[in-house]
């Protein structure tokens, strides 16, 4: 919206320096036009920068996701070493009956 603004703004001085013949009309046309491109050039770095964060967002919960899942498994694979289950013994042995 703001951007569809300044757009509008901007064409409206365009027209209004091509109706001033003046000088310094023109002068202030290059000037308030220099301003209407710093500002484009601020809201678009913003935007980006915006969506650059969202994407580093997303990253960093995909990862406490997969960090949560590591722990979990750590948490199985300890519990299964402290409680082994008994297991039958294969293999020859001697002395039995």
Known sequence: MVLV????????????????????????NIAIMRAFVALRKVFLNHTETKLEIEEIKKK????????????????????????????????FRPNQG
């Open 5 to 28: 603004l300044l757009f509008l703004l901007r064409q409206v001085v365009a027209m209004l320096s091509s109706v001033l013949k003046s000088k310094r009309a023109k002068e202030m």
């Open 60 to 91: 960093l919960q995909n990862q406490d996701k997969n960090i949560e899942l590591v722990f979990s498994y750590l948490d199985e694979l300890m519990e299964k070493q402290e409680n082994p289950k008994p297991r039958k013994q294969i293999g």
